[in-house]
């Protein structure tokens, strides 16, 4: 995640359209009706047809799943237009803009989880308290996922949508070469409960590596997969940055730049075009991949490496990417906004969007669902994904998220850890350059 902010890369894929936020709304003035719709507009806002807007970043995977095309045939004076801009580092400052203008915003507008939390606390009073709607519970999702939308007021201002709990993809030709175990229980007893434990595998796996690889892709992704299985991170749980002294950045730091400096990465940058390469070459052994990038693996590695990729849980519970739907108040179709986010958050449909696009659900209801409960992904050797990634997001810790979360950890992954992995700058060097990144980003 990115401060040229990067949009968690399961919605930077399969992009059809970029589009303007809120196209078409520039010019157009909210109903105040205190929130949650009129009392006389129904669903589709009286007899004449509603378009109901839902500006995204990415892909979503709505229309891709036909839950668009479902909801309007369930109500014939609903049509909906989403307008998609590819990455969330143009998407969100347009947001704010539209925010701050009152006008130009989509009746439904998706937020990323690295930004909730600055909506939540400083723009809550421009979205509808979703809390309040008809058939929201709080209890039908995640209790880490409901805080996270949650001001300080107690108003709830975004429906969790999908989430990324973590676990680790390996192959198990070159972890049989290096004489490791192969199946998916044994792997992940060797790193259970630690990714110290990880990098000792790493270490056994380099002794025997297989010409040209190395055990995991990079020290960046280390960090990330480490430091989200943590509560508290860049931020205490008053508010107050503590990144400096945080012992969760401390080890994850630590971490990352041991495996840099042991020669167990690849020293690439992740999403860009060598480490895309890398996939298809076969060039590492491990990744540290939430559900969303199992689709971007399949994509890179080819057909060549079906079933040669398997997936383990991961050493700890973390998650990493997520976003959430929200209603402006500005909206022009409020009601009928709120009434169509609510669908497409509710368990049924959070199932049946894991079928068709690997989103695992917020809604822990979603888990016990055939679509999730029985799922398998073939390329994957057949491994039980609903299983896996529905287990690792019950454990997940309540995060504790600030409003320069994204800021903060982009200094970290992009600048201070790339010094030591491909620079070859001392780990304190480095991590004084991620001190003045995060300074200059934060205006400390």
Known sequence: MRRRSRTPPRRMAAVAAVAALGVGL?????????????AGEGPG???RRTTVTIGTFGVFGYKQAGLYEEYERLHPDITI??????????YYPQLLTHLAAGGGLSDIQAVEVGNIHDVATTQADRFVDLSRAEGVRADTWLDWKWAQATAPDGRTIGLGTDIGPIAVCYRKDLFAKAGLPTDREGVGRLWAGDWRKYLETGRAYKKRAPAGTVFTDSAAGIYNAA???YAERYYDRRGRRVYRTSPAVRESWNLAVRAAR?????????FEKPWDQAYANGRFATVA????MLGYIKEKAGPAAEDKWDIAPAPRPANWGGSFVTVPKAARHRKAAIALAVWLTAPEQQARLFDRQASIPSTPASYAMPQVKDARNPYFGDAPTGRIFSAAARSVPRLVIGPREQQIGTAFTDVG????EQQG???AAAWKAAQKEIHNAVDE
Not at 262 to 270: D, F, P, V
């Open 262 to 270: 042991e020669g167990l990465t690849a020293r690439l940058k992740q």
């Open 289 to 292: 991949c939430p559900p969303w």
């Open 417 to 420: 850890i790339p010094q030591v």
């Open 81 to 90: 237009k989403e307008s998609v801009i590819e990455r969330n580092d143009a």
């Open 26 to 38: 520039s010019g157009a003035c909210a109903r105040d009706d205190g929130g949650l719709g009129s």
């Open 45 to 47: 806002g009286g007899a």
């Open 227 to 229: 430091i989200h299985g």
């Open 425 to 427: 700058r001392s780990p």
